[in-house]
Structures are given as structure tokens and as C-alpha cells.
């Protein structure tokens, strides 16, 4: 099946520091991925939309110049935590659609957990 | 708006023990359905879906019916293994009339499954 990478799986940065999480579609073109944060105990909560070469959809409520992202292929993404926060600190995870279908499919990546000291 | 609500956790169970996770949704348009399962230290992978009411969705022993009547889609197995015991998570996607999706997924809280030997 269809292979979602992020990296780096796990970082811990001091608060004020920028952290950035990539995101790759190791074996299929994705033009849309999406960023998700999930909070300890309960559901992953959409943050934005990423399409390749055009400027990322955000959700209500989550700050763009706080999270930048980036789709600069069709196979990677990349999401920059901006002067990272302990209330920053949390497990992002993103999924990507494959390019060639035109179902519902997202492919997960394993997550990364970033703390913020 | 939209919105998925699960049967609150933790789930434990012994060895062969039937499981019933409910699930229940809100949706504006035609919303496909799914489950996706957590297992410990992996990303989120597609359990199974459905796409139309009365569609029944089925993997690895997994069924949910999609019932429109009830706006449900309920996560059964007839006998649970420990190699089930992960984070099950019932989601919807809207389509447009034609089938076709705009991709953003509404996920529920989750529910965490334990399943002793």
C-alpha cells in the first residue's frame, strides 16, 4: 500500500525556537496532504489543507503565521512551527491523497511528537 | 457543520469476546464513511469504509454498516483477538453529488480497544 514518511519522529526544542516537520509520499504523487494535531486522549483535529504549489488552507482558528506550510513537490510537505511554546507541544501527523484516485483515501504518516520545553 | 461522535473508552475485552464500537454522525451533503485503526506507535490506517447508505464495509473480520436512517455506522467484530487492541477512530468525508470528495476528514474522539489473552 501507499507509504507516508514524517520526520523527524520525535523533538523536543526550547520555547522561541522554530521547529520544521516534513512530510513525504514515498511511492505515490500526492496534490493535496493534510496537517492534523492530536491532543493526548482525544481526536485529531484538522489544522490545514496543503496543495502543491499553491498557499495552504487553514482551519478556523489555527494561526498560518504561527504554522507554515509548505508544499513545494508533489511528494513533500513540510509544516514549520514558528517560535514554538509549551502549548505548542503536541502530536502532529499528516495524511496524503493519492494523486491518481479519486476516492476518499488518505495515507497516514507514523506522527511526530514535538515537546516544547 | 459536520461532526462524528464515538462511544467513549477504553473498551476491554477478553480474548474472542464480541465487539461493538458506536458510532454516530452529523453531516451537510453525502458524507462516506469510515473507521481507521491506531496501533500502538504507527499512524492511522484505513480500517474499512462505506460510501452510500446501506453500503457495508468489511476488513479483517470488521464490519459497519452505514445506516442512514440512524446516522450511524457502528464498528462490530464477532470475535476480537489481541492483536486488535489498538485506537479505533470513526470518520466521515463529504462528497459532492457526483461521488466525488473534497477530502477533509471529521474524525471522532476515539476509542481505545484492550483486548486480554
Known amino acids: 500500500g501507499a507509504v507516508v514518511s514524517q520526520h523527524p519522529s520525535w523533538v523536543i526544542c526550547k520555547s522561541g525556537t522554530s521547529v520544521k516537520i516534513e512530510c513525504r509520499s514515498l511511492d505515490f504523487q500526492a496534490t493535496t496532504m493534510f496537517w492534523y494535531r492530536q491532543f493526548p486522549k482525544q481526536s485529531l483535529m484538522l489544522m490545514a489543507t496543503s496543495n502543491e504549489g499553491s498557499k495552504a488552507t487553514y482551519e478556523q482558528g489555527v494561526e498560518k503565521d504561527k504554522f507554515l506550510i509548505n508544499h513545494a513537490s508533489l511528494t513533500l510537505s513540510t509544516l514549520t512551527v514558528t517560535s514554538a511554546h509549551p502549548e505548542d507541544s503536541s502530536f502532529y501527523i499528516c495524511s496524503a491523497r493519492d494523486l491518481t484516485s479519486f476516492t476518499e483515501t488518505q495515507y497516514f504518516g507514523p506522527g511526530t511528537r514535538l515537546l516544547v520545553l | 457543520g459536520n461532526s462524528v461522535t464515538q462511544m467513549e473508552g477504553p473498551v476491554t475485552l477478553s480474548e474472542e469476546a464480541f465487539l461493538t464500537i458506536n458510532c454516530t454522525y452529523t453531516?451537510?451533503?453525502?458524507?462516506?464513511l469510515f473507521w481507521y485503526v491506531q496501533y500502538p506507535g504507527e499512524g492511522l490506517q484505513l480500517l474499512l469504509k462505506?460510501?452510500?447508505?446501506?453500503d457495508k464495509g468489511s476488513n479483517k473480520g470488521f464490519e459497519a454498516t452505514y445506516r442512514k436512517e440512524t446516522t450511524s455506522f457502528h464498528l462490530e467484530k464477532g470475535s476480537v483477538q489481541v492483536s486488535d487492541s489498538a485506537v479505533y477512530f470513526c470518520?466521515?468525508?463529504?462528497?459532492?453529488?457526483?461521488?466525488?470528495?473534497?477530502?477533509?476528514?471529521?474524525f471522532g474522539q476515539g476509542t481505545i480497544l484492550t483486548v486480554h489473552p
Open positions: 470518520a466521515l468525508a463529504v462528497t459532492n453529488a457526483g461521488g466525488t470528495s473534497y477530502g477533509k476528514l471529521t
Open positions: 462505506a460510501t452510500k447508505a446501506d
Open positions: 453531516a451537510t451533503g453525502y458524507p462516506s
